[in-house]
């Protein structure tokens, strides 16, 4: 089966880690992927180097954060260069998805999958071509990032429901879905490729890998971005400084990292916080800590959070989006609301007990879903291929 995947941003993260993921193991099961992306970077370095093909569309998101301040005419104005934005986005959209039509007529695929909800092309897709499109749907694009879709929420309702099959990757996804008009019928919701089964073996029959030595260290992992947290994570950590509880913390990711060094500097932690950048491998950073983190708010899923709990660790959550059905409050970890003085609260709880620490990252490692397992996420996704292609 010759499938395209079409995804929206070029770096080795949550979206493109996941499609990663799945693709080792559908191609192994006879899937012929193409991938289609708006501009190189390491996602295509490595799907190249897995002899995977690779095209380059340049293609624009179709949805943005809106802006407002100032007195009412600076507003007016605001609203009218954004939508002025918008139009243009959806006019390159549309010539994107010509050359994306040509090129699937010509790698003679037979289904699309779109990797991500802000796949900016799809809804000019939807209307160009005849083949089924799998939209999947790894975000809550409101709630979490503050998104707003260019065609407001009818035409958000309207492309979505015109996709042949979507993919949530959550119950929290297929709840905001509906919520947004998408007929549920349309939702297949299958659990996020993470892991291979043998690695949740693997580290089951270990018991994870093993605890980290000297001062107790909450590692929080994934992109820097005001909304995911990092700056909250640093501000419970001068908390626990200032009263006198020694505690470090790794973050390890890019993006606006700037910020977060002038941050770190500013409450005189730079010795308690190490910022590491991009980090391949994640199990390397949490077999560094004892804990981790997930601050942001509205997680569609939270791939660092099950990678946490793969490493058995216990993993100190916002009470939100999907964050909140992985965490058990007290069991598999901990869960707060509101800010840092309650996070910092959770953090100090761990520091005074490892013990408990460590019995609350075990027991993570065993609650762990198979549903995360590739094998298991491979297998339904291309059960909903075959629904959708003819066979022969």
């Given amino acids: 089966m010759r499938v395209a995947y079409i995804t929206h941003y070029a770096e080795l993260y949550g ?4 499609l990663l993921d799945i693709l080792q193991e559908l191609r192994a099961h006879g899937v ?3 991938v289609v992306l708006p501009l190189n970077g390491p996602f295509a370095e490595r799907l190249r180097a897995m002899g995977v093909a690779v095209e380059i569309v340049p293609f624009e998101p179709w949805m943005s954060v809106p802006h407002a301040s100032g007195r009412w005419y ?6 009218w260069e954004q939508r002025h934005s918008a139009r243009a986005r959806a006019v390159r959209n549309r010539e994107a998805a010509r050359a994306i039509s040509a090129l699937l007529g010509a790698h003679r695929i037979e289904l699309v999958h779109a990797n991500s909800v802000v796949v900016g092309v799809v809804p000019a897709l939807l209307r160009s071509v005849s083949l089924p499109v799998v939209w999947h749907i790894r975000e809550l694009p409101r709630a979490h990032y503050g998104l707003v879709p260019d065609s407001g929420p009818s ?8 996709s042949t099959a979507i993919i949530a990757i959550s119950r929290v996804v297929e709840r905001d879905l509906i919520g947004a008009g998408v007929r549920p019928e349309l939702i297949h919701t299958i659990g996020n490729a993470v892991f291979p089964a043998s690695r949740l073996e693997r580290e089951r029959s270990r018991g994870g890998c093993s605890v980290a030595e000297g001062v107790f260290t909450f590692a929080q992992v994934g992109l820097v971005h005001p909304r995911k947290g990092q700056s909250e994570a640093v501000a419970a950590l001068k908390l626990l400084r200032d009263n006198g509880v020694r505690a470090r913390l790794i973050i390890a990711g890019d993006g606006q990292v700037e910020a977060l060094h002038e941050e770190v500097k500013r409450c005189g932690l730079e010795d308690q916080v190490e910022l590491l950048g991009y980090v ?3 199990h ?12 942001s708010r509205y997680e569609a899923l939270g791939r660092t959070t099950i990678e946490a709990m793969l490493n058995a660790r216990p993993v100190i959550g916002h009470r939100s989006g999907a964050t909140a059905d992985l965490i058990v409050h007290g069991v598999t970890g901990l869960l707060y609301e509101r800010g840092a003085d309650e996070l910092a609260g959770c953090m100090e709880q761990l520091v005074i007990d490892p013990q408990r620490a460590a019995e609350m990252g075990g027991a993570a490692l065993n609650a762990l879903d198979e549903a995360y397992t590739q094998e298991r996420s491979a297998d339904a996704v291309l059960t909903l291929y075959r629904s959708l292609v003819p066979a022969g």
Avoid at 15 to 18: C, G, H, K, P, Q
């Fill in 74 to 79: 600076h507003r007016l104005l605001q609203r």
């Fill in 284 to 295: 390397a950073v949490f077999a560094r800590a004892h804990a981790a983190l997930t601050c």
């Fill in 32 to 34: 012929d992927p193409l």
């Fill in 15 to 18: 979206a493109n880690l996941s």
């Fill in 280 to 282: 391949e491998d994640v």
């Fill in 155 to 162: 035409g958000y309702q309207r492309a979505l429901n015109a």
